[in-house]
Each structure stands twice: as C-alpha cells, then as structure tokens.
C-alpha cells in the first residue's frame, strides 16, 4: 500500500478588523500582548506548524506595508508569502484571500488542498488544534474548531422576549480555525461575491466560513474541540483574560 501524499495546507489568517470595541485607535489585532503584537502569536502557531505549508495574511489596506516590514520581516515569518487587502466586512476579506490562493505569484499555488480560515484576534491557536482539525478536515471536507457551550442560551424574538431554550447538550460556541477542502471553500466564496454583486453588499449575512458553506455547498460542517481558551479578543476585558492564559502558557 503506498504512502497517501499530504495535500498542500493554507493558513489564512485575518487581521483586517479595527479596534471600535477595544476603545481604542490602535487595531486590535496590533495591540500589544505581552511584548508581542497580538497577531504575532496566531502567525507564530502558523508558522511552528508541522501541518500548515504557507500562509496568506489579510489586513486593511493601509496597513499591508506596516504588517509586511514591523511583523512579517521583523519575526521572520517565512510561511507568509502573500498579503492581501481586506474588504468591508470579515467574508468579503476572506473571498479576497480565496482569489489568491490559487494565484501563480504565490510560492506555491493550493488548487487541491486544505484552507485553514483563522481569526488573527484568536491569539491561542497551538498544534493540537490544528491537529484535529486537519484530520477532521480529510474525512468530513470541512470543519470548524468548536468548543460545548458552558451556558445555558435562550433564543429571543425582536422585543428581547425568550422563546425557547435549545438543549444545551447540542450548543457549541464556534471558535477558528474552521477548515475546508480548497475547491469547495473557494466555490463557496464565489458563490457568495455572485449573491452579493447580484443582490447588493447588505444582502450577505453570514458571520463564518461555515455559514457560507452551509448556504451554498450541500456539505455538513463538522465541529471538533478547540479549547476554551482559543478565545477572541473583542473587548478590553478580553485583553485582561488574555495575559492571564499567556502567562501560563509560558
């Protein structure tokens, strides 16, 4: 029986957000963790990573020469052989980050392996969840790192009124990396952009990758352990808990 050759793994990790809830000017994603930029530790899982092959970086427009030369250069990131500009909202960056992917300036091109779509606000990203992932991701063509729900959730209507109570032993919290097949991650995207250029921007509601998916691939997402503290910084409390897990994890 011959050895089974492994298929080409993408990181695309997104940094294009702004810092409105931190309070602060400062993106979050460029703010300091410790004395690192908080993006640098998810590019640092990356570019560790015995599974992940390159990796393609989204941020805003006007800061791809700041990431380039002050965290990609100056870290010695050398599994990040693109930047991209990131759109409007988080799914139009990573359909800009899909039209690259299988682009010829790129290292080498992934037409026929694995995307792993990573939010650079997610600073604890280690192997043993890229490692679950990527088997998961061989068997079910997409998957997303999840974690059960510690809550109790209540659905509500428009008045804030609760409607009912979904058994929590089937609520998890979604988390990334959430991972695909290339070809049918990419297909999903240019399925999404036709919606949008045919019905308007405001037309896409989707949050995540796998809600593309799931509006467009007849495909099942798998949901496999992340960690509860895969977590993502939204807010300055977030920061806080953030240096906690650094520090014992050092």
Same mark, same amino acid.
């Given at each position: %029986? *011959? /050895?089974?050759?492994?298929?080409?793994?993408?990181?695309?990790?997104?940094?294009?957000?702004?810092?409105?809830?931190?309070?602060?000017?400062?993106?979050?994603?460029? %703010?300091?963790?410790?004395?690192?930029?908080?993006?640098? $530790?998810?590019? @640092?899982? /990356? +570019?560790?990573?015995?599974?992940?092959?390159?990796?393609?970086?989204?941020?805003?427009?006007?800061?791809?020469? $700041?990431?380039?030369?002050? !965290? /990609?250069?100056?870290?010695?990131? =050398?599994?990040?052989?693109?930047?991209?500009?990131?759109?409007?909202?988080?799914?139009?960056?990573?359909?800009?980050?899909?039209? &690259?992917?299988?682009?010829?300036?790129?290292? %080498?091109?992934?037409?026929?392996?694995?995307?792993? !779509? =990573?939010?650079?606000?997610?600073?604890? #990203?280690? +192997?043993?969840?890229?490692?679950?992932? $990527?088997?998961? /991701?061989?068997?079910?063509?997409?998957?997303?790192?999840? %974690?059960?729900?510690?809550?109790?959730?209540?659905?509500?209507?428009?008045?804030?009124?609760?409607?009912?109570?979904?058994?929590?032993?089937?609520?998890?919290?979604?988390?990334?990396? @959430?991972?695909?097949?290339? +070809?049918? !991650?990419?297909?999903?995207? *240019?399925?999404?952009?036709?919606? &949008?250029?045919?019905? *308007?921007?405001?037309?896409?509601?989707?949050?995540?990758?796998? *809600?593309?998916?799931?509006?467009?691939?007849?495909?099942?997402?798998?949901?496999?352990?992340?960690? $509860?503290?895969? !977590?993502?910084?939204?807010?300055?409390?977030?920061?806080?808990?953030?240096?906690?897990?650094?520090?014992?994890? #050092?």
């Amino acid at each position: %029986m *011959g /050895v089974k050759m492994k298929k080409r793994c993408t990181a695309v990790v997104l940094a294009a957000g702004g810092g409105s809830r931190m309070n602060s000017t400062v993106a979050k994603q460029f %703010m300091m963790l410790g004395d690192k930029p908080l993006l640098w $530790y998810s590019l @640092q899982a /990356v +570019e560790r990573s015995e599974i992940i092959d390159d990796c393609i970086l989204v941020t805003g427009k006007d800061s791809i020469s $700041y990431v380039k030369n002050a !965290i /990609v250069d100056q870290f010695g990131f =050398h599994k990040v052989d693109r930047i991209v500009p990131g759109g409007r909202e988080r799914w139009e960056s990573v359909a800009n980050a899909m039209a &690259a992917l299988g682009s010829s300036g790129r290292m %080498m091109p992934n037409r026929d392996g694995y995307v792993f !779509i =990573h939010d650079g606000a997610r600073p604890f #990203l280690n +192997e043993e969840i890229l490692r679950r992932t $990527y088997e998961a /991701v061989q068997e079910y063509h997409a998957c997303v790192a999840a %974690m059960p729900s510690k809550d109790t959730i209540k659905l509500a209507d428009e008045g804030g009124m609760a409607v009912s109570t979904p058994d929590r032993r089937f609520v998890w919290s979604v988390q990334t990396p @959430q991972v695909f097949d290339t +070809e049918l !991650i990419v297909k999903a995207y *240019g399925a999404l952009r036709e919606k &949008a250029e045919r019905e *308007g921007f405001e037309a896409v509601t989707v949050t995540d990758d796998a *809600g593309v998916v799931e509006a467009f691939i007849n495909c099942p997402v798998k949901l496999v352990e992340g960690s $509860y503290e895969n !977590i993502k910084i939204t807010t300055p409390e977030d920061m806080k808990i953030a240096e906690v897990f650094r520090e014992r994890l #050092l």
